[in-house]
């Protein structure tokens, strides 16, 4: 069970939260919660129009609302922004979401009542989870397509998954207990307006980015010895020499993984090569950089996650409402390019090992890594299919934080784009452990070859993960269940814990 302290949750705890661990909001929360619906309380009583409790929304923030109708509003307010569309996000981001949602409103300067806090707790921890489509929002004014979605189960409207499958909102409610919410002031805007759509789904593509990034530098070091590449280029000294934390590590990492092999031992005398080509010898200068501007995403989606980000915001000790823009997404637009530069770079640099390895003019090993190269193709159509990957996720990579598309009669003028950039992220991830699943099964393959020299002991941790699953390829065979057996390890973490060797990750 994750303890979220609103405002103090570390990045590990999304983590797990994201993997399916239980959370529940700490208690010592609700003393704040109460402050800041007390505050909405009295605003509401002075009569004076404020922002998003007796006004219109956006570019009818001037209409005034009788307090008669103030329920009212909320709630069309939920129901005429649910205008999502696409494909539902994926449960786990979902839940995420629910999360990051519950532990910004528990900071208490959002305005909403204890009892609706405690409504969006109990549908997390009886996993009934919002359907939300995924397209509909630009990361301004907040996720508001997307965050309706999520507060109009909360209404008994829409669809929710639970254990039963896919059902309307009103049937999942009802079998969990829980009885439609009544919204009050404030509250349908405070539900809407943030970026936890968004940050969900960077959190969740940064953590598949993290365990793509680990898997790789194990089949990198595979490869390197595959293709009796040297570990000279990893030496400490040269990395020291940078200064770049990521890339010391890496290197560090590498030379972990290959320390005992015999098939780098075979030729440390006597190999006439002088250098290695770059997809081998600069592995921790191009995966050390990806490193560090995966960490840098992490610090700042770890800082949004505990952030609060709806308008307005309240303010109980003087009891305003404060007009500001939290909810612009930029630093999760931000965020997001950067983990999908990095997604598409560790895969186009495994792409480039297997195409080595596959060369034999490159590799020394039989063609296409088949011992009787003609009658069979072997490894040629996977070393196809990875390039195909890459080349998706580099026109995946495009900043979308570049773009903006004025929305809401120019009141919102320019917009982060946050939810293209994020959710983007996890195809792109899916996509580059294809890729080091590839290498995964060309590096094994090429290892056997050198037998019966053996490579270091956690490589070779590896290849028998690998193994128990892919036998060796001798002749032709339908291949599609190999490779999607080696990314399902990939994806899994099965490969970066297989070795033994503590591997760099966000920290």
């Known amino acids: 069970m994750i303890l979220l302290r609103p405002g103090a949750v570390a990045l590990t705890e999304w983590r797990a939260i994201y993997r399916g661990a239980a959370a529940a909001l700490d208690p010592a929360c609700r003393e704040a919660v109460m402050a800041g619906a007390a505050a909405v309380e009295r605003i509401v009583a002075r009569g004076v129009p404020v922002y998003g409790i007796n006004t219109g929304f956006g570019k009818l923030a001037s209409v005034r609302i009788a307090a008669t109708d103030l329920a009212t509003l909320q709630r069309n307010l939920v129901l005429s922004h649910a205008a999502g569309l696409g494909e539902p996000m994926p449960v786990p981001v979902a839940r995420l979401m629910l999360a990051l949602k519950a532990a910004s409103l528990a900071q208490g300067a959002s305005g909403v009542r204890l009892a609706t806090l405690d409504f969006l707790e109990a549908m997390l921890a009886r996993d009934v989870i919002p359907v939300v489509p995924a397209q509909g929002s630009v990361g301004a004014s907040g996720d508001l397509s997307p965050l309706a979605h999520m507060a109009a189960a909360m209404l008994g409207v829409g669809d929710v998954f639970t254990a039963a499958g896919r059902v309307p909102a009103a049937e999942g409610l009802a079998a969990a207990g829980l009885s439609p919410v009544v919204l009050g002031p404030k509250e349908g805007l405070a539900l809407l307006n943030g970026t936890q759509f968004s940050s969900a789904m960077a959190l969740a593509g940064l953590f598949e980015a993290e365990t793509v990034f680990q898997a790789a530098l194990v089949t990198g070091a595979l490869a390197t010895d595959a293709a009796r590449g040297s570990d000279t280029p990893f030496d400490a000294r040269i990395h020291a020499l940078r200064r770049h934390r990521g890339q010391i590590e890496t290197a560090a990492a590498l030379r972990a993984l290959m320390a005992g092999s015999a098939i780098r031992a075979s030729h440390v005398i006597g190999d006439e090569r002088v250098q290695d080509p770059y997809c081998v010898r600069c592995q921790p200068q191009v995966m050390g950089a990806a490193l560090d501007i995966l960490r840098q995403a992490a610090t700042t989606l770890a800082t949004e996650a505990n952030g609060v980000s709806d308008n307005p915001l309240i303010f109980a000790d003087t009891d305003e409402a404060l007009s500001g823009g939290n909810f612009h997404a930029e630093p999760v637009a931000f965020a997001a390019d950067i983990i999908a530069l990095a997604l598409c770079e560790i895969g186009a640099l495994a792409e480039r090992r297997i195409a080595m390895l596959v060369d034999s003019s490159l590799s020394g090993l039989p063609a296409f890594l088949t011992p009787r190269p003609g009658l069979n193709s072997g490894f040629m159509l996977p070393q196809v299919t990875a390039a195909a990957l890459v080349a998706e996720n580099k ?113």
């Open 395 to 507: 026109q995946r990579a495009h900043p979308a934080s570049v773009d903006s598309i004025p929305t809401c009669a120019n009141q919102e003028d320019h917009v982060s784009m946050a939810a293209h950039g994020a959710a983007r992220l996890l195809p792109m991830a899916a996509n580059a452990a294809g890729v080091i699943g590839i290498e995964l099964l060309a590096a094994a393959q090429g290892c056997d070859f050198h037998a019966p020299l053996v490579s270091s002991a956690a490589l070779e941790g590896a290849r028998a993960v690998l193994r128990a699953q892919v036998p060796h390829l001798d002749d032709d065979r339908y291949i599609h269940p190999d490779l999607a057996a080696a990314s399902a390890l990939v994806r899994a973490g099965a490969v970066a814990a297989s070795v033994g060797v503590p591997l760099p990750g966000l920290g």
